[in-house]
Structures are given as structure tokens and as C-alpha cells.
């Protein structure tokens, strides 16, 4: 819905049937000033390159920041867009005529760079990741240190020692130490189940928040079946006891981000694994079972 509002903002006119939605726009987008609903990385990407050619200026209210968010924002400009605000949940864009070709460099993705250490730090293996972009790293960095994860950056790269002590550090007072997920800049959202999977490996209690999504800690129940010890206290929080001895199993993969904490889980777990419908991690990790293999994992696709 967070789409539709914005494009109904800038002048367009939708109707809903019950098997699509009809878009009909008279002329050019209107500028005009845009309170989002909920700050949506790709409801924000859309009302950006809506107002990027629209007749006047819009001011986008509520807007998400994450770094994908900005490296549009950053193209649209050098095709000749005129944004103001970026990395703020305010942009102001004034409308051009047209935009022009421009050359442009896709940023790296903060959440697969999060993947990857959370594999390395979970076999104890070493990593290195070269243009990482430190800068979009700091609050997965501080959420991982808390799980007993030591990082390095040296220049653009993130570097990950081998043999990690994977020891969750207690809260100040003693309490058991807990991970949740905020928009941006705080912990995203996609790496979760990565942390949740990465806490069972590690020594002590940590209680799992995921604040943003439902149902998204159902597939703890495959991790159980693996040998993990964890609590699902309710669809949004997950008691994790680590660290446990994981075992292989035939597992089904439920989505992207879980799909991909199930392999690090099946990575880490003596004995074989196989992981079902991996076509979904595929949508978030291009060639996951070739890199890691590269990297030395025994993986293979069937």
C-alpha cells in the first residue's frame, strides 16, 4: 500500500480489481509533499524515481534510508535528478524534464556482506571482504560483536580472524543480552535469522527481537530439528541457548533469509544436509553455492 499512496500523492489515479491494480496517469507526476506510511525501502525507491521527472518539487516524509536507497539516489542524480536529503528519511526532489544516461556503480549489499560473516565467524574460518563499504557496516558489526564476533576493517575491506571465542556478552547489569531489528541505521531486518542461526553457535543466552516482520522466526523449527537449542516464545521472539551441536537433516527453505541462515546452520552441522526450494535464496544471493565453495564449502546443487 505504501506504493500506491505515494503514486495517488503525485497525481496518479488506481483502481483496484480483484486480479490486478490499473494505474492511469494524466500527463507527468505532480510534485507535491509525500508522508509514507511506513518507511518502505522499495515504496521509497518508487515515489524517488516518480518525482525524479515530475512537473514542481516533492518533499518525501518518512522516507527509508537504507544504503540501496541511496546508491538510487546517487544514479538518478548523475542521470541529472536533483535530490537533496539522501541518507535522511527526508528527500526533497525537484523534477527535471527528462534524465540523461549516466554511469553508475552498484554499491555492495550490506546484507550479504553480513551473511558472509556470519559463515566464517560459524565454521571458523577466516574472511576477507573486499569493498565492503565499511561505513554501512557499523551497527551489524556492533550486533555481532555482542554475539562474541570479532571484525577488522582495513581500508574498504572487512576482514574476520579464524577461530573466533563466540561468547555473547551480557547486558551491564548481567541481563541476558538481547538482538532486534530497526530500520536503518539500526540492525536490519534481512539478517535476523543470520544472527538467531550465528547465536547457536556461540556461549550463553540471547533473546532473538524481530520487530518488522511476521512469522518470520517460524523456520526455528528446522534449527530444533538440527539440534539447536531455542525457545519461540511467540512469531516475533526466540530464546536462544547456545552453544548446541548441530546435525544435518533435510530441511525446507521458507524464504530468502532464512534460506540462507539454513545453509550457514547445514555449513556448520556435522553429517549432510539437504535444504529444500533453495530457488528462493537465490532471489537474495546470486551464485550462493558457487562462492561458497569457493571459499571451501563442500556444497553442491541437485
Keep these: 500500500d505504501t506504493h500506491l499512496l505515494a503514486l495517488r500523492e503525485l497525481g496518479a489515479r488506481i483502481t483496484v480489481d480483484d486480479a490486478y491494480y490499473r494505474l492511469e496517469l494524466a500527463g507527468r507526476f505532480r510534485g507535491t509533499e509525500v508522508f509514507l506510511d511506513e518507511a518502505s525501502v522499495t515504496g521509497t525507491e518508487t515515489a524517488v524515481m516518480a518525482a525524479a521527472t515530475a512537473d514542481g518539487s516533492t518533499r518525501l516524509l518518512n522516507a527509508a534510508s537504507e544504503p540501496h536507497v541511496q546508491g538510487l539516489c546517487h544514479a538518478l542524480k548523475a542521470m541529472g535528478a536533483r ?103 539500526g540492525f536490519p531486518a534481512d539478517l535476523t535469522p543470520l544472527a538467531l542461526v550465528l547465536a547457536t553457535q556461540c556461549e550463553g543466552t540471547v533473546l532473538i527481537h524481530e520487530k518488522l516482520f511476521e ?54 552441522a556435522p553429517g549432510r544436509s539437504v535444504i529444500r526450494n533453495v530457488q528462493q535464496v537465490d532471489r537474495g544471493y546470486e551464485r550462493i553455492d558457487t562462492r561458497l565453495k569457493a571459499l571451501g564449502a563442500r556444497i553442491a546443487r541437485e
Design 215 to 268: 512469522s518470520r522466526l517460524f523456520f526455528v523449527d528446522s534449527l530444533i530439528a538440527m539440534g539447536a537449542r531455542i525457545l519461540l516464545s511467540d512469531p516475533h521472539r526466540a530464546l536462544v541457548i547456545g552453544p548446541s551441536r548441530l546435525h544435518g537433516a533435510t530441511i525446507v527453505s521458507p524464504d530468502i533469509r532464512a534460506g540462507m541462515a539454513l545453509i550457514a546452520a547445514a555449513l556448520a
Design 83 to 185: 535530490i537533496r536529503g539522501i541518507g535522511s528519511n527526508v528527500l526533497e526532489i525537484d523534477g527535471v524534464r527528462e534524465l540523461r544516461p549516466a554511469r553508475h556503480r552498484v554499491g555492495p549489499d550490506h546484507i550479504e556482506v553480513g551473511s558472509f560473516v556470519a559463515v566464517a565467524a560459524m565454521t571458523g574460518g577466516a574472511l576477507c571482504v573486499r569493498e565492503a563499504s565499511p561505513d554501512h557496516l557499523r551497527m551489524i558489526r556492533l550486533v555481532f560483536a555482542r554475539l562474541g564476533v570479532e571484525t577488522h576493517v582495513e581500508g574498504t575491506s572487512l576482514l574476520v580472524p579464524a577461530s573466533q571465542k563466540r561468547v555473547i556478552v551480557s547486558d551491564v547489569d548481567g541481563g541476558i543480552a538481547k538482538v532486534d531489528d530497526a530500520p536503518w541505521p
